[in-house]
């Protein structure tokens, strides 16, 4: 469903944009086919992956097809070529497809607004008139939606949503939060409503068109998008790994499957990738969509970076991602429930790789084997030195602030964690984060630059239609800002934080007092409640919040833990209005001055983290309970 990792603590992890490119595994390298499965065995024991899906093309053949471990633990089935992997977001890369070929039979242009198409849709954007949501804002996450909420990432019932009502029930995230086509920021929802004009325009249930045009077309025979399994044997079983055992995870459905609802098998993903390689021609000759589509969908079209020039990022379903073996590959990544899933191709060197696990696990150490293997006798290009134009940069030296955030309720802790400041070292530019590391940008052309990993440009130095100064880097839109802008709300934060965590302190000391009988009843309540309502949101938020992800993992509800956050949230404010109120009436029974003072810091404090959530949405019900 989502690109790894999963979950509304994505974003957090685009810090990694800051970090060094990782290095070269220390295994001994991996030359033959026997040596990659051994090597892939070992990982496989290490990370607790119980089985594998395994894919490796080159454009003449296919070098593997299969699996590795096994399809179900309890019934020691081995993974076969035939077996159905979840996908995952992998799925995007279908939907576009299945949207491309509805442009080609004329039923759409990719420029159309899609309130042109389907004005039924309950989309939201405030700059409907001059920057309305196209077609293609859906396909490249350049709408400005914001991705689902938690409770809505899986279906717990037994009926399955269609058509209209399916989009209606994401009708909360369909809110562009920036002007469309500015900005990528990935998303879920925005596939969803391709999936919806997919039904529309061709007249035909979602999964029967990808079906009939997209997946039998292309040579997948097993593949399938249906929201439920059927009675077969043919999916393999995911599982998380707990007290030195496998546990089996449910097959949960989405509410609406255009993001993420792909099973497919190794053989499906063998012919997908052979297609690709070979310019979407078909065994039989036969061009599965024009070779000028194909270059298209592997470019971004719509962002500020795209119009800059930067062509690595994620265009129609087509995701460009580099890595240290300086190649770039296009295809997905997948996450859903137990499994994550990954595909890539080179066209240049004729190479391309799917693998998908039965377990939620890092991915990288496999992608960079796997990588390695296929690209071992390769040599990358080397990049270009490009001199840096002082002139052209010095505008746009300063202060950052992440600002694309995938999630509108937890994205304020992303802008307060991904903040940087941008200045000049030699004929390079180094970034470094305020709470974090250095990395340094290589000039690729006036206003554009790369990261290490790169060998062409990765990202670009815009200005937004409102002027506003800002970086693209992979697709992410960094916000230029003052010092002020960048320092204060993190202290402010950070001082508020720690001001109420005193309250804990002195609410215990007064707590014993109390029972002690050294303080008076009359102020107990006033002393204690402030420490009463932030040990409720300091228990909501890391109990509550921390847990999401392996609920979605696992196939286990959040009920408890939405309105666990829910009331944690809400309970706080109450507690420091109730204490403020009692300040006020036994004020001039406090005669200690120290007391009072503190009491007010406190709840200045408290005010100030009650301000910080009502302007972030963390205290709507919707967010959480529904």
């Known amino acids: ?95 576009a497809l299945g949207i491309l070929n509805l442009v080609q039979a004329g039923k759409l242009k990719l420029d159309d607004p899609v309130r042109s198409l389907a004005p039924e849709l309950p989309i939201d954007n405030p700059w409907e008139s001059t920057h309305p949501v196209r077609v293609i804002h859906l396909l490249e996450h350049t709408a400005g939606f914001s991705d689902k909420t938690p409770n809505k990432a899986q279906n717990f019932g037994s009926t399955d949503l269609r058509g209209l009502e399916a989009v209606q029930f994401f009708a909360p995230s369909l809110h562009s939060r920036w002007k469309p086509g500015e900005r990528h920021s990935y998303v879920n929802t925005g596939y969803n409503v391709a999936a919806y004009l997919i039904e529309k325009l061709s007249g035909k249930p979602w999964e029967q068109y990808m079906t009939e045009a997209v997946f039998r077309p292309m040579g997948m025979p097993n593949a399938t998008v249906q929201l439920r399994p059927d009675a077969s044997r043919r999916y393999a079983q995911g599982y998380f790994w707990q007290n030195d055992h496998y546990q089996p995870v449910p097959f949960l459905p989405l509410y609406q499957g255009g993001n993420g609802s792909l099973n497919a098998s190794a053989s499906d993903m063998a012919a997908c990738l052979r297609l690709y390689l070979n310019g979407w021609k078909t065994p039989a000759g036969r061009s599965y969509l024009s070779r000028k589509v194909l270059d298209e969908t592997e470019i971004p079209h719509t962002t500020l970076a795209a119009r800059a020039g930067v062509k690595v990022g994620y265009g129609l379903g087509n995701e460009a991602t580099g890595g240290p073996d300086g190649f770039v590959f296009h295809g997905h990544k997948g996450s859903i429930g137990a499994f994550v899933s990954s595909m890539g191709y080179n066209r240049e060197l004729g190479v391309g790789y799917a693998y998908a696990f039965t377990t939620h696990q890092d991915i990288g150490p496999v992608e960079t084997i796997i990588r390695h293997f296929l690209t071992q006798s390769a040599t990358p290009d080397k990049p270009v030195l490009y001199p840096l134009e002082a002139n052209a940069v010095e505008p746009f030296l300063g202060y950052y602030r992440f600002d694309s955030p995938q999630n509108r309720i937890t994205g304020i802790i992303e802008q307060l964690r991904v903040r940087f400041r941008l200045q000049k070292a030699g004929n390079t530019l180094t970034e470094t984060l305020l709470l974090g590391p250095s990395i340094q940008l290589q000039p690729t052309g006036p206003t554009t630059f790369r990261m290490a990993w790169s060998n062409q440009p990765t990202g670009a130095f815009v200005t937004d239609s409102d002027g506003h100064r800002a970086i693209m880097e992979s697709g992410l839109y960094f916000r230029q800002i003052s010092a002020l802008e960048a320092w204060a709300p993190l202290v402010l934060l950070l001082i508020s934080v720690l001001i109420m965590a005193s309250s804990l302190i002195t609410g215990a000391v007064w707590l014993a007092g109390l029972l002690l009988g050294k303080i008076r009843r009359p102020t107990a309540w006033l002393r204690l409640l402030p420490a009463l309502g932030f040990a409720m949101l300091a228990v909501a938020v890391i109990i509550g919040l921390s847990g999401l992800d392996q609920h979605i993992i696992q196939g286990t509800s959040m009920l408890f833990d939405s309105w666990l956050v829910f009331i944690g949230t809400l309970l706080f404010p109450i507690c420091l209005l109730a204490a403020l109120v009692l300040l006020v009436l036994q004020w001039r029974q406090l005669t200690n001055r120290a007391l009072k003072s503190y009491l007010i810091v406190i709840l200045l404090a408290g005010g100030y983290l009650t301000g910080f959530m009502i302007a972030n949405g963390w205290l709507a019900i919707r967010i959480w309970a529904l």
Do not use: E
Not at 27 to 32: D, G, M, S, Y
Not at 67 to 89: C, E, I, Q, T, W
């Open 1 to 95: 469903m989502n690109r790894l990792p999963t979950g509304l603590w994505a974003g957090m992890l685009w810090l990694c944009l800051f970090l060094p490119a990782p290095a070269q595994s220390l295994r001994p390298p991996v030359q033959t086919l026997a040596q990659l499965k051994d090597t892939l065995r070992q990982v496989m024991h290490q990370q607790h992956i119980p089985g594998m899906m395994l894919v490796l093309t080159t454009r003449d053949s296919v070098l593997y097809a299969g699996g590795l471990g096994y399809a179900d633990v309890g019934r020691k089935r081995p993974v076969d070529d035939n077996h159905l992997f979840r996908m995952g977001s992998i799925t995007k890369l279908f939907t």
